[in-house]
C-alpha cells in the first residue's frame, strides 16, 4: 500500500498547465528540504488558497535568506542515517576493506563481508578449509580507486576517541531492498555482483526476491575484453548492468553491460520509480525550477524535486544556469526519513559505469598561508578558495583544535586563515582542509611521509601482549613488538610505558600501501650515529652498524636492519676467539655492532662479521713482521686501489694501504664486454675502486681483476686452488685467457686455467672461436675431463651444460648488474667540471625533452638540439616516425639511450611514446613490446599498450654471445615481454625478460614508423600486376617467349604463356649500353620476345629465391633478353644463396665503376635512385651528381629517368642495404679535394656551417668566404644554399673548409686582394692588411687578419684626431666592421703583431669622422644640458661605477649591439636597444656613405632624430635589400616604434638613452669651454634643422604613431580604419599590456559602424588572435561566440579554424571543422579547408574520406569544383599520382569541361615531368571542342614549348594547329 500511495498520491490526478504556475510557487516556498522539520514528501502539491498563505509570507521574506542556506546545507556526518542510500567512490582497498569516499567530503568503510553474499559464502569456505581458492578473487582484485559503488549506510559507529565512523554496504540484498521483482522494467539501471558462473552465461545477485538476474556470455563479452583483460567474471565481482528484458512478472531478467548502452541509461516516468525506489547513480534529465546562491533545486521525474548544493554544479557553468533551463543530473542519496534527494550536475557522474580519474592531490601535505573563506556552513564546515582558483573545503571539527575554541565569526566570508591540505575528495574533486594547530603543525600527515630509519616522537595508545602501539600523528599507528621495546628483553613493559607517554621510536618498517609502520625503542638503535643499511645495495664491505639478532643458530647468528634486510655472522666470525655453542653467548633482541663483508644484492644475501676492524689487529706483532708483510699481497685477496695512470689497455693503479703497483686489464674492469671501454673512458687518475681481486703476481706488478662475477666466486670460496680438488661436473667461473683455432683457454682467479676444445665451445655449429668468444670476457665452464698426471683439464662452454638455473632469472640478474654499473658511470660523469658530461649523466630512458631540429641528414636521421651547447640528439629515420621535419622546428623528444661514450643521446619523435599512458602495470604479467634500440647487452622496447620504456637483457647467460642474424632483433620488431618491475627506477627503464623467440613479430606494416625502403619495395612491385598466385614449371635457363605488356623506369613487364608474369630489367636487355642511353628504347609495348629466366622474385618479400626453394614456382620469373645470354649455355643466373641483400653489396668494392639506370629523382631525400642490378640498388647523392652549379640546381635537365649512368662506387650504406654512388669520380674528403656542400647555417661575425655528403661537417671561416673581402661577407649566403668547397684540413670530425675562388677554381686565376694569413709567418713589417674589428680592448682595439691570426692597434695608432672617449670606440668600431691597417711590428715570440689605423700608414680616411671636434662638443653640450634635468641624480650613482664599467664596457657594448640587432630583427626592441643599434649603424656609416650596406643592417626600417642623416637613410637601404620574414608574426607591427620624440629634445646627437649617455656620466664634470661664435652658429642651424624636421615628421601623414595619445587622435580622424585600430592594440602588447589591448578592440567594436562589415570583422579577427595567443580557452570561446552573433558565422569559423592550425592546435583545430560540418555542410569552402588541413597533418585517408562525405552532402552541381579543388590539393600537400587519378576520373565523366583541363594542365606543369605535360597537352588537343576553346589549349601550348622545349618543338606545335584548323575548314566547306 505504501508503494501505491507513493505512486499515486491522494487528491486525484494532477492539475492541467493552468494552475502550473500556482504549485511552483508553493513549491518553492515550502521548506521541503529543512532536515530539521519534520518528514515532508517532495511531491508536488495543490496550492493552498485563501488567507494562509499571506500569513506565511512575512515571515517567509524575513527567514528567506537563512531557509535558502538551511535548504542548501551540505551533508554532514550528522544528516546519515542507517538505511541511506548513497553513491560512493572507491578511495582505498585493503585485504579487508574498502574506504570509500562519499560527497560533500565524507569518507566511508565497506566490510570484505559487505560485498555480496555469495562471496561472504567464499571466504566462510575458504576460512573452514584453511588454503586459498582458485576461483576467489582477493578484495583488491575486486575492487580499485576510482570506481564508483552504490552504498547503503548499515551503522554508524562511535571510535574509542570519540568519532563517528560510518559504516556502509555495497550488499545488492541492501542496496536494492526497496525494489520489488513487480517493480522491475527493461532499461532500469542496477548494481549487482556475480554470483555463480554458469554454461552459457553468469548468474547476477542484483539483490530483489524471488528474481533470477542473468548475464549471457555474449553480453558480457565486451566487457570482458576492455575491462577484465580477457579473463572471465569471478564470484563476488560489482557490475553496473542494464535491465534488458523482464519475464515471468519479474521472475527472470535479462540483464546487459555493454559500456555504450549502460553510459547512456537514464532513468524515465516508464520505469516507475517513486521516492521509496529511487536509487544513487541513476542519471535523469531535469529542469531547474530555482537558482539560488547556494545551489540549485531542480525537478526530475515529472513529480520529484531534489537539490544540488554548490559543489555539485557542473565547474564551466557555474553561474549560467538559469530557471527551466533542462540539465542531465546524476541521483548522489536518498534520506529515508527526510526524503531529501540529492544530485550531481558533474559531468564525470553522467556516465554510468565510467571510474573517476583522478584520485589524488597532487599538493596533499601542503600548509597553506591566508586562505579566504568562500562560504560557511553551520552544520557542515566551510568552503576556501585557493590560490589557483580552485575550491577547498573543511570539516566543521577541523576548523578548529576543539569545540571551546571553536568561533563561528571568524569565517565570515573573505577572512583569511592558516591552513593545510589533508585529504582529497574523489567525489566533489575538492581538496579538505584543515585549520586546527596540531595537524597544521604535524611532521607527518600519511605513512607515506615517513623514511625507513627516521627517528620519530609519539605517544603509547596501547599497551598489547604482542608490544606497543603508538601514535605517531593525526591518522597514523605505529607497532613496536615485544622484541624491540628496550635494549635487554623485559618481562613486564607494563610497568617502564604507561598510556600517553610520550616516546622516542626510530622506524625499521614502513610500508605506505598496507599503512604498516613497525618501529623500535632499543635505545642503541635509536641514538646510532652510524650508517643505517635499509636495503641490500646500502651493504658495501667494510661499513659498520648496529643491528638486532633475531636468530642464533650452531652455525652463527641472523643479524636483522631496517626493512627486513637481514644477513649472517659465520661461526668463525663471531669473536677473535672460537666460541664451539653460540647459543650460550648470544640471545635473540641482543643489539650488535657489525661489520659488513660482502653482500650480493641480487641474491639478497649478506656476510657479516662480529670481529670489527680495531679488533682484528694484533697489538703485539714487532714492527720488523709488519714491515715485511706491508707490501705482500696474495692471489685471491680482495684489495683497494687507486688510479695513477691510464694506458690503452688498462689502469695503472697503486694497491692501498702500502702503494704496492698493480695493473687493471681493461676488459677485467666489468663481467660486461661493452662495459670495459666505458669504464676506461671515465675512470680518472686519482680515483678509487674498491673489492678489487688479485689475479696474479709478476715481477714488475700484480695482475688485478674487478669482474662482480669472479669477486662473488672468490668471497663465497667457490673457487678450487689446486687440480686435486676439481671433479668432472663442477661449474666453475672464469674468463677467456686466450682464443686459438683449436678452441679458448679458460683461466680461473686462483690461477688453474683448462681448454674448452671447438667441439664443446657452443651448441651452436662453431666456424671461428673468435667470434664466439673475446679474450677477458667471463664464462662459466663444465669440467669435462681431469688429469692430474698431465695437470690439465678440459671445459664445456655449452649453454645446455653450464646453466645456472632458470634462464629468466639469469637473464634479468645480468640486467640488473648491466644498469646498475651505467649507473656507476653516469656516477662518474656527474663528477666531472663538464657541463655536457654532467647533463648527460643527468639524463635517462622515458625523459621528455623539448629540442629544436638543428639538421635532416641524408639518411632520414634527424640531429636535434638543446639549451646544452655541444649536445648532440639524434633520432634515427625509424624513430622520426614519417614526420616532416625542419631545420628550426620545436619538437618533445623521448631519450631512448644515452651513449656515453661518443657523448651522443639516441631519442625518439615517435607520440605514443613521448605522450605515454597512465595505465597501471602489473608485475609477473605478459606485455607486448616494440624494440626501439638495440645496445650490445641489452635492448630498450616500449610496451604496445602504454608507450612505457622497458629495459631487457640480450642475453640469458655469460656465455650466450653469439646469435645468427635470424636470432638478432631488430628495432621495430615486436617482442613478448614479462615484466619484473613495475615503475622505472633510477635507471628511468621498466626492467623485464624478454619470452619466447617464437612469441616475436616483425615490425608492423604501414605504420607511420614504416622506412622509406620498405615503401620504395612496394613502389618498386606495384607496377607488376599480380592477379593470381599462378604456379610455373620453369627452371633457372629456361628459354622462354612472351609479349611485352608495358614499359616501366627501369623494367619492362612481360606476359609468358599461361598468363605467367615475368620482368626484364634494364640491366638485362643490351650486353653494352652506350652511357646516356635508355635500353628500354629498344622494346615497345605489344613486342614479341624471346628471353632466358636467370631468377625468381618472390611477390610478398622481393627477394630472388633459390630454384629449389618451395615458393619458386609462385615467383614472378626475372628475365634477361642480352644477345650473349641467349646463346647456348652461356647465361649468368643470379645469385640468390645470398643470405640477406648486404652480401650482395659487399661484393662492390669502393672505387669500383658500375653501370647504373635512373629509376627517378627523390626531391626530399635530394638524391637519384638508381637501379645496378636486378636485384642491386643504388642511390647518388645530389651533391655527387656534379661540380656544376647549373646542374645541381635543375637536375631532372640533366637525368632523364632510365638512362644509363657510369658512376663509381663510394660504399654501402650498411642498414638499408643501398650502394652509395658518385658521378664526380672516387669522393674522398681529404685535403686538397673540391667537394660540394650545403649552407646549415650562417653564423654572424664567425662564417658558415656547411652540410657534405655522406653526413660530413665543414666550417668556414670569415677569411675564407672570399678573395675579396667585404663590409657584409655573409650577405649572399642562406640555409640550403649549395657552394662549391676546398677541403683545407681533415684532421678533425669538422672540416675546415674555403670557399675562396682561387682555391676552388684554380684554372680561372682571379685576382686575390686580401691573402690568406694562416699563421703569425705570413704577415710581414710594413704590409697593409684588410681585417675585421674583434674587440675593443683597455689597450686597444682587437683586429683579426685571419682565422686564428690577429693584432692589436694601440689608442695612439687608431686615430690622429683628438681621441673621443673610450667607451665610444665600440660605435665607431663593432665587431665585424672590415678596416685597413698595416703592420707595424711582428713579435713571433710572444705571438703578438701591432697594428696601425692611421691615415698617414694606410691611406684610407680616419677611422673616426674627418672633423669630429664640432659634433663632439655640441654633443657634450647636449650632454650637460641633458645632465641639468633628468638625469642630475643618476650621475653620483654612475661616478662610483666608474672603474667597473670601464673594464667591463667593451663586452657591455658588443652585447648590447648583439641585442639591439635581435630587437629590430623582431621590431620589438626596447627603446634604449633600438636606439643604440641605429646610433652604431649611424656612426659606422659615416666615413662611408656610399658603401655597401653593413651586415648589422637588419633591413627593417627604423625612424630616426638625427636631422643630418634624414636625407642619406633612403639611400644606404637599397630596396633589394630588405630581409623577407618567412612569416609575419600576428599582430604585430611592420616597423619600430620612437616612443618619446619629443620638441623639447632637440640636441641632435645626444641619444636618448644609449651607451653614450651612459660614458658621458661616467667621465668627471669639466669646467664648460667657452664656445667661439662659428660654433654658437652652427649649433643654432642644427637645432632649428631638427626642429623643422620634427615639425614635418608630425605633418607628415605616413609617420608611425608613437604614444597612446597620438593613437587617440588618429583613430579619431579615421575611426572605420581598421588597420588603424590593429596597429593601436599591437602598440599596447609590445609594452604587453593585454588588457589595455583587449579594451583598445572593445572600443574599435563600438566605434566602427555597422555599414563597414569588413573592418569590424579585421577587429574580431584580431581579437581572437589575441586571446588565442595570451587568453585562455574559456575568454577565447566568449569572444568566438560573441564574433558568432555579430558577424557573418562562416567566416568566423573558417577565421578560427587558421588560428588555431597557425598557432599548432590541431586537436582544438579539428573540433572545430567538426562543429563547421555539421553546422555548414551545404557550404564547399568548409569541405575544401578541412580537406586542407587533413592533408597539412599527412592524413591521406582521411581526406579521401573527407572527399566522399563532401560529396554526399553538397549538391550535384558542386561535386565536379569539389573533386578538382580535392586534386589540387593533393598535387600540393599530398601525393601527385593521387591527384592524377583523381583528376583523370574527373574528366573521363566530364571531358568537356575546359576548367578542369586548364587546372590539370597547370598542376602538373607545376608538379609533373615534362614529358606528362606534353602527353596531357596531346589529348586536349584532339578533343572535339569549340574552336575558342582550342585556340586557348593551342595558345596554352604554344606558350609552354616556348618556354620550356626547343626550336622543334614549338614548330611541332604550330604544324598541329594548322592541322587542327584546315581539318576544320574542310568539314565547314563540306
Keep these: 500500500m505504501a508503494n501505491l500511495e507513493e505512486s499515486f498520491p491522494r487528491g486525484g490526478t494532477r492539475k492541467s498547465h493552468k494552475s502550473e504556475k500556482s504549485s511552483q510557487k508553493a513549491v518553492e516556498q515550502d521548506n521541503l528540504f529543512d532536515i530539521s522539520t519534520e518528514e515532508e514528501s517532495t511531491k508536488r502539491k495543490k496550492s493552498q488558497k485563501g488567507p494562509a498563505k499571506t500569513k506565511k509570507l512575512k515571515i517567509e521574506k524575513r527567514q528567506t535568506s537563512k531557509s535558502v542556506k538551511e535548504k542548501f546545507e551540505i551533508l554532514n556526518i550528522e544528516s546519515l542515517c542507517e538505511g541511506m542510500r548513497i553513491l560512493g567512490c572507491v578511495k582505498e582497498v585493503s585485504e579487508l576493506e574498502l574506504v570509500v569516499s562519499l560527497p560533500n567530503g565524507l569518507q566511508g568503510f565497506v566490510q570484505v563481508t559487505e560485498i555480496s553474499d555469495a562471496y561472504t559464502q567464499k571466504l566462510n569456505e575458504q576460512v573452514a578449509q584453511e588454503e586459498p581458492l582458485e576461483d576467489l578473487l582477493r578484495l583488491p582484485d575486486l575492487f580499485s580507486p576510482g570506481m564508483l559503488v552504490r552504498c547503503v549506510v548499515s551503522s554508524l559507529d562511535i571510535t574509542e576517541t570519540g568519532k563517528k565512523s560510518v559504516k556502509l554496504s555495497v550488499n545488492p540484498k541492501h542496496v536494492n531492498k526497496v525494489l520489488s521483482a513487480e517493480a522491475l522494467r527493461p532499461g532500469m539501471l542496477l548494481t549487482g555482483t556475480v554470483s555463480s558462473l554458469e554454461d552459457h552465461g553468469y548468474l547476477v545477485d542484483i539483490g530483489v526476491g524471488g528474481t533470477r538476474a542473468f548475464l549471457s556470455l555474449q553480453k558480457a563479452q565486451e566487457y570482458i575484453r576492455q575491462k577484465n583483460k580477457g579473463a572471465k567474471l569471478k564470484v563476488g565481482q560489482y557490475l553496473t548492468c542494464l535491465v534488458e528484458e523482464v519475464k515471468s512478472n519479474g521472475g527472470v531478467v535479462a540483464l546487459s553491460i555493454e559500456h555504450s548502452e549502460i553510459s547512456s541509461a537514464i532513468a524515465t516516468e516508464d520505469q516507475s520509480w517513486n521516492l521509496n525506489t529511487l536509487l544513487p547513480g541513476l542519471v535523469v534529465r531535469a529542469q531547474v525550477q530555482k537558482v539560488t546562491q547556494f545551489g540549485l533545486q531542480l525537478n526530475f521525474l515529472t513529480f520529484f524535486t531534489g537539490l544540488v548544493d554548490f559543489m555539485h554544479l557542473e565547474p564551466k557553468k557555474i553561474g549560467a544556469y538559469s530557471s527551466k533551463q533542462t540539465v542531465k543530473a546524476c541521483i548522489l542519496c536518498i534520506h529515508p526519513r527526510t526524503r531529501v534527494v540529492r544530485l550531481s550536475l558533474r559531468p564525470i557522474f553522467l556516465q554510468p559505469g565510467r571510474p573517476l580519474t583522478r584520485i589524488s592531490y597532487q599538493h596533499l601535505g601542503a600548509v597553506l598561508d591566508n586562505v579566504p573563506v568562500q562560504g560557511f556552513f553551520k552544520k557542515a564546515g566551510a568552503t576556501f578558495r585557493l590560490k589557483d582558483g580552485v575550491l577547498a573545503y573543511a570539516r566543521l571539527n577541523h576548523l578548529s583544535d576543539s569545540k571551546k575554541t571553536f568561533n563561528a565569526e571568524a569565517f565570515k566570508p573573505g577572512s583569511t586563515h592558516k591552513c593545510r591540505i589533508i585529504d582529497y575528495s574523489l567525489m566533489d574533486e575538492l581538496a579538505l582542509l584543515s585549520l586546527r594547530k596540531s595537524v597544521i603543525a604535524a611532521r607527518f600527515l600519511r605513512y607515506h611521509d615517513i623514511r625507513t630509519g627516521t627517528v620519530v616522537k609519539g605517544t603509547v595508545l596501547a599497551i598489547k601482549p604482542f608490544g606497543i602501539l603508538v601514535k605517531v600523528g593525526e591518522q597514523i599507528k605505529g607497532l613496536v613488538s615485544s622484541l624491540h621495546l628496550t635494549d635487554v628483553m623485559m618481562k613486564n613493559p607494563e610497568k617502564k610505558y604507561h598510556i600517553g607517554d610520550e616516546v622516542k621510536c626510530r622506524v625499521l618498517i614502513c610500508d605506505p600501501e598496507a599503512k604498516r609502520l613497525i618501529m623500535t625503542l632499543k635505545k642503541t638503535l635509536v641514538t646510532s650515529t652510524l650508517p643505517a643499511i635499509t636495503c641490500y645495495e646500502d651493504a658495501k664491505p667494510g661499513l659498520q652498524t648496529h643491528g638486532v639478532i633475531i636468530r642464533v643458530k650452531n652455525y652463527g647468528c641472523i643479524v636483522k636492519f631496517y626493512n627486513s634486510v637481514q644477513g649472517l655472522v659465520p661461526k668463525h666470525e663471531l669473536s677473535t676467539q672460537h666460541i664451539p655453542d653460540p647459543e650460550k653467548v648470544f640471545y635473540a633482541g641482543q643489539v650488535v655492532k657489525v661489520a659488513v663483508l660482502n653482500c650480493d644484492p641480487s641474491k ?760 673621443p672617449e673610450k667607451e665610444l670606440y665600440n660605435r665607431y668600431l663593432p665587431e665585424g666592421k672590415l678596416i685597413t691597417a698595416k703592420i707595424l711590428s711582428v713579435n713571433p715570440k710572444r705571438n703578438l703583431i701591432e697594428l696601425s689605423l692611421l691615415p698617414s700608414d694606410t691611406g684610407k680616411p680616419d677611422v673616426f669622422s674627418a672633423s669630429p671636434e664640432p659634433e663632439q662638443e655640441v654633443r657634450k653640450g647636449g650632454a650637460e644640458e641633458d645632465l641639468k634635468g633628468k638625469e642630475k641624480k643618476k650621475k653620483n650613482q654612475k661616478r662610483k661605477k666608474k672603474n667597473q664599467k670601464e673594464q667591463e664596457k667593451s663586452e657591455l657594448s658588443s652585447q648590447e649591439k648583439k641585442e639591439s640587432q635581435k630587437s629590430q630583427r623582431n621590431g620589438q626592441g626596447k627603446r634604449e636597444r633600438q636606439e643604440s643599434a641605429d646610433e652604431q649603424e649611424r656612426l659606422s656609416k659615416r666615413p662611408k656613405k656610399s658603401g655597401p650596406p653593413e651586415e648589422d643592417d637588419s633591413g627593417v626600417e627604423v625612424y630616426y632624430r638625427e636631422g643630418e642623416e634624414d636625407m642619406e637613410r633612403p639611400k644606404a637601404l637599397p630596396a633589394g635589400k630588405q630581409k623577407k620574414p618567412t612569416e609575419v608574426p600576428r599582430l604585430q607591427l611592420s616597423s619600430g616604434f620612437i616612443w618619446d620624440v619629443d620638441l623639447d629634445t632637440l640636441t641632435p646627437a645626444l641619444p636618448f638613452r644609449g651607451e653614450s649617455s651612459d660614458s658621458e656620466e661616467d667621465e668627471k664634470p669639466q669646467p664648460a669651454k667657452k664656445k667661439g661664435k662659428k660654433e654658437r652658429e652652427l649649433e643654432r642651424q642644427k637645432a632649428e634643422k631638427e626642429l623643422s624636421r620634427i615639425e614635418e615628421a608630425l605633418m607628415d601623414p605616413g609617420r608611425q604613431p608613437e604614444s597612446a595619445d597620438e593613437f587617440d587622435r588618429l583613430v579619431l580622424s579615421s575611426p572605420n580604419s581598421s588597420i588603424l585600430w590593429l596597429q593601436y592594440m599591437a602598440f599596447h602588447l609590445q609594452a604587453t599590456e593585454i588588457e589595455k589591448a583587449r579594451a583598445v578592440a572593445e572600443r574599435a567594436l563600438k566605434t566602427i559602424s555597422f555599414r563597414e562589415e569588413q573592418e569590424k570583422l579585421n577587429v574580431w579577427v584580431a581579437l581572437l588572435n589575441l586571446e588565442n595567443m595570451y587568453g585562455s580557452q574559456e575568454s577565447l570561446t566568449k569572444v568566438f561566440e560573441r564574433a558568432v552573433q555579430y558577424n557573418e558565422p562562416l567566416k568566423v569559423f573558417l577565421h578560427l579554424a587558421d588560428i588555431y592550425t597557425k598557432s599548432e592546435k590541431f586537436k582544438e583545430a579539428g573540433e572545430l571543422y567538426n562543429r563547421m560540418l555539421k553546422r555548414f555542410r551545404q557550404e564547399k569552402a568548409v569541405w575544401i579547408k578541412y580537406g586542407a588541413f587533413v592533408l597539412r597533418r599527412s592524413q591521406a585517408g582521411a581526406s579521401h574520406r573527407v572527399l566522399q562525405r563532401a560529396l554526399e552532402c553538397l549538391p550535384t552541381k558542386e561535386h565536379v569544383d569539389v573533386i578538382s579543388k580535392f586534386a589540387q590539393l593533393e598535387f600540393q600537400l599530398g601525393d601527385p599520382e593521387r591527384a592524377k587519378a583523381i583528376f583523370e576520373n574527373t574528366l573521363s565523366t566530364y571531358p568537356k569541361r575546359t576548367d578542369v583541363w586548364s587546372v590539370y594542365i597547370d598542376m602538373t606543369i607545376k608538379h609533373g615531368s615534362q614529358k606528362e605535360v606534353r602527353d596531357i597537352f596531346e589529348r586536349v588537343i584532339h578533343l572535339s571542342l569549340a574552336p575558342k576553346r582550342m585556340k586557348f589549349f593551342f595558345k596554352r601550348y604554344l606558350d609552354y614549348e616556348k618556354q620550356h622545349g626547343t626550336e622543334k618543338d614549338v614548330q611541332a606545335v604550330k604544324a598541329k594547329a594548322l592541322e587542327y584548323v584546315e581539318a576544320k575548314s574542310s568539314v565547314m566547306e563540306d
Aim: aromatic share 4%.
Design 604 to 1363: 639478497e644475501r649478506m656476510l657479516l662479521s662480529f670481529k670489527l676492524l680495531s679488533d682484528s689487529e694484533p697489538q703485539n706483532e714487532s714492527v720488523e713482521n709488519s714491515q715485511k708483510k706491508e707490501g705482500a699481497v696474495n692471489i685471491g685477496q680482495l684489495v683497494d686501489v687507486e688510479v695513477l695512470e691510464k694506458t690503452r689497455d688498462g689502469l695503472e693503479v697503486t694497491i692501498l694501504p702500502h702503494g704496492t703497483p698493480g695493473f687493471l686489464p681493461t676488459p677485467h674492469l666489468s663481467d660486461h664486454v661493452a662495459h670495459g671501454p666505458l669504464l676506461h673512458h671515465w675512470l680518472q687518475a686519482g680515483d678509487t675502486l674498491h673489492r678489487v681481486l688479485c689475479l696474479s703476481q709478476g715481477e714488475r706488478h700484480t695482475l688485478l681483476c674487478r669482474k662482480p662475477a669472479l669477486v662473488s666466486t672468490v668471497e663465497g670460496g667457490q673457487d678450487p686452488k689446486s687440480l686435486s680438488e676439481i671433479q668432472p661436473g663442477m661449474l666453475l667461473i672464469g674468463y677467456v685467457k686466450n682464443i686459438k683455432d683449436y678452441g679458448v683457454f679458460v683461466q680461473f682467479p686462483s690461477g688453474l686455467s683448462g681448454l674448452s676444445p671447438k667441439s664443446i665451445m657452443s651448441d651452436k655449429f662453431v666456424t671461428t672461436p673468435s667470434d664466439h668468444f673475446v679474450e677477458g670476457q667471463t664464462v662459466v665452464a663444465k669440467v669435462t675431463n681431469v688429469d692430474q698426471l698431465k695437470q690439465r683439464m678440459l671445459l664445456s662452454l655449452r649453454l645446455s651444460d653450464c646453466s645456472l638455473g632458470d634462464s629468466a632469472n639469469t637473464s634479468f640478474t645480468l640486467l640488473c648488474q648491466c644498469l646498475e654499473e651505467l649507473q656507476g658511470i653516469r656516477s662518474l660523469m656527474s663528477n666531472q667540471d663538464s657541463v655536457l658530461t654532467q647533463t648527460l649523466a643527468e639524463m635517462t630512458p622515458g625523459m621528455v625533452l623539448d629540442v629544436m631540429v638543428q639538421e635532416v641528414l641524408e639518411d632520414g636521421s634527424v640531429l636535434f638540439s638543446c639549451s646544452v651547447p655541444d649536445l648532440i640528439l639524434r633520432a634515427t629515420n625509424y624513430h622520426r616516425a614519417g614526420q616532416e621535419v625542419e631545420p628550426g622546428q620545436k619538437r618533445k623528444v623521448v631519450v631512448l639511450h644515452v651513449d656515453m661514450l661518443k657523448l651522443e643521446v639516441h631519442v625518439s619523435l615517435q607520440q605514443d611514446l613521448v605522450n605515454r599512458k597512465t595505465r597501471k602495470l602489473r608485475k609477473s604479467s605478459r606485455y607486448q613490446g616494440i624494440v626501439q634500440h638495440l645496445e650490445e647487452s641489452f635492448a630498450v622496447a616500449s610496451l604496445v599498450d602504454t608507450g612505457h620504456l622497458v629495459g631487457f637483457s640480450l642475453t640469458s647467460h655469460l656465455n650466450d654471445t653469439f646469435h645468427f642474424d635470424s636470432e638478432k632483433l631488430h628495432v621495430g620488431q615486436g617482442v613478448c615481454l614479462t615484466l619484473k618491475t613495475t615503475e622505472p627506477g633510477v635507471t628511468g627503464l621498466i626492467l623485464a625478460v624478454e619470452g619466447p623467440a617464437s612469441m616475436r613479430t616483425m615490425r608492423p606494416a604501414g605504420k607511420d614508423s614504416e622506412t622509406v625502403e620498405v615503401k620504395e619495395e612496394e613502389d618498386r612491385n606495384s607496377d607488376i600486376p599480380v592477379k593470381s598466385k599462378r604456379k610455373h614449371s620453369l627452371a633457372i635457363g629456361d628459354k622462354v617467349t612472351g609479349t611485352i605488356k608495358s614499359v616501366k623506369a627501369t623494367h619492362v613487364v612481360v606476359t609468358l604463356e599461361n598468363g605467367i608474369v615475368g620482368c626484364i630489367h634494364a640491366s638485362r636487355i643490351l650486353d653494352d649500353v652506350p652511357v646516356g642511353t635508355s635500353p628500354m628504347s629498344t622494346l615497345k609495348v605489344g613486342e614479341k620476345v624471346t628471353a632466358r629466366v636467370i631468377g625468381g622474385r618472390d611477390v610478398k618479400t622481393s627477394r630472388f629465391l633459390p630454384i629449389s626453394h618451395p615458393r619458386f614456382t609462385l615467383t614472378i620469373v626475372e628475365l634477361s633478353v642480352r644477345p650473349s645470354e641467349l646463346k647456348k649455355n652461356s647465361y649468368s643466373a643470379l645469385n640468390t644463396h645470398s643470405v640477406s641483400p648486404m652480401e650482395k653489396i659487399k661484393e662492390y668494392s669502393p672505387g669500383q665503376t658500375v653501370t647504373c639506370f635512373l629509376k627517378k629523382y627523390n626531391v626530399t631525400k635530394k638524391w637519384l635512385e638508381v637501379d645496378i642490378e636486378p636485384d642491386v640498388r643504388g642511390r647518388i647523392p645530389l651533391l655527387l651528381t656534379s661540380l656544376n652549379l647549373k646542374v645541381l640546381k635543375h637536375p631532372d635537365k640533366k637525368f632523364q629517368i632510365g638512362q644509363a649512368i657510369r658512376a663509381t662506387v663510394v660504399g654501402s650504406d650498411s642498414p638499408k642495404a643501398f650502394l652509395c654512388l658518385s658521378l664526380i669520380g672516387p669522393y674522398k674528403l681529404e685535403e686538397g679535394e673540391v667537394a660540394m656542400g650545403r649552407v646549415l647555417k650562417v653564423v654572424p661575425n664567425k662564417g658558415l656551417t656547411i652540410s657534405l655528403p655522406l653526413g660530413k661537417i665543414g666550417r668556414v671561416s670569415l677569411f675564407h668566404v672570399s678573395d675579396s673581402f667585404s663590409e657584409a661577407p655573409l650577405e649572399d649566403f642562406f640555409p640550403q644554399k649549395i657552394v662549391r668547397c676546398y677541403i683545407l684540413s681533415a684532421a678533425h670530425r669538422v672540416l675546415a673548409l674555403s670557399l675562396r675562388s682561387s682555391r676552388t677554381n684554380k684554372e680561372t686565376k682571379s685576382k686575390i686582394e686580401d691573402p690568406e694569413i694562416d699563421s703569425i709567418q705570413d704577415v710581414k713589417e710594413g704590409q697593409l692588411l684588410r681585417g675585421y674589428v674583434k674587440s675593443v680592448l683597455g689597450s686597444g682595439v682587437l683586429v683579426s687578419l685571419g682565422p686564428t691570426v690577429m693584432g692589436l692597434a694601440q689608442y695612439a695608432h687608431v686615430s690622429q684626431c683628438s681621441p
